[in-house]
């Protein structure tokens, strides 16, 4: 089994600023920083040198992101990752809290589709949510067989049952965001799919290309 790959994290902009050594470190000086800053790195000395410099000059690919461009990844190293395939991704600042999930093309990096943020959800939420949207759009456009990346075991466990085993209390606030789920697990329920969902390798591969680069 490969061994996870040490990372840290530079907060430019924060509750405190700095380098650390844990992302539980990094997110405590973020959740709730309006204009929040951050990137990890996988040296110390790379994050030393990115904290003395412009933030910019490393958050660009979220920028990029974030204003739809394509963003082209060399995967030539892994000719086992499926070009043509679907990654999804979601992201959530707290548990429960703001949540948004995307779907992007591997082999281009195109976003193909983003959704929110939802209040007061959970990220297994939105990774499950992601891997319906994906299933639902690729049926709808006559691509049956194209395959879905995501790097979350529970959600494919939850899209395998048909069913979402949330333990989240309904509230007035997640009510969107529930009733999402309610009407993902109803189309898994009336629809047959055959694309498969497949595991990304995060550890061998890196972050998933639907990454929202906040971590």
């Known amino acids: 089994m490969a061994i996870p790959r040490k990372k840290y994290y530079v907060v430019w902009n924060g509750w405190h600023t700095g380098v650390f050594d844990s992302w539980d470190d990094a997110k405590e000086q973020v959740t709730g920083y309006p204009d929040a800053k951050y990137k990890s790195f996988p040296t110390q000395q790379a994050a030393i040198d990115a904290y ?27 000719p086992e990752i499926r070009l043509d395939a679907v990654a999804v991704d979601a992201a959530c600042s707290r548990n429960p809290g703001p949540v948004e999930y995307q779907g992007v093309a591997v082999g281009s990096g195109e976003r193909l589709f983003r959704v929110g943020p939802l209040a007061a959800g959970t990220n297994n939420l939105g990774e499950f949510l992601a891997i319906v949207h994906a299933l639902a759009m690729l049926n709808r456009d006559g691509q049956p067989l194209r395959p879905i990346y995501s790097d979350s075991r529970t959600a494919q466990a939850w899209v395998r049952d048909r069913h979402a085993r949330t333990t989240l209390t309904p509230t007035p606030e997640n009510a969107r965001i529930l009733d999402m789920v309610r009407r993902a697990e109803t189309w898994l329920n009336t629809h047959t799919y055959r694309n498969p969902i497949l595991k990304w390798d995060t550890d061998t591969w890196g972050e998933i290309p639907a990454d929202f680069g906040r971590k």
């Open 52 to 78: 003395r410099g412009d933030p910019m000059a490393h958050i660009g690919l979220i920028k990029t992101i974030a204003t739809h461009k394509p963003v082209v990844v060399n995967y030539a190293a892994f």
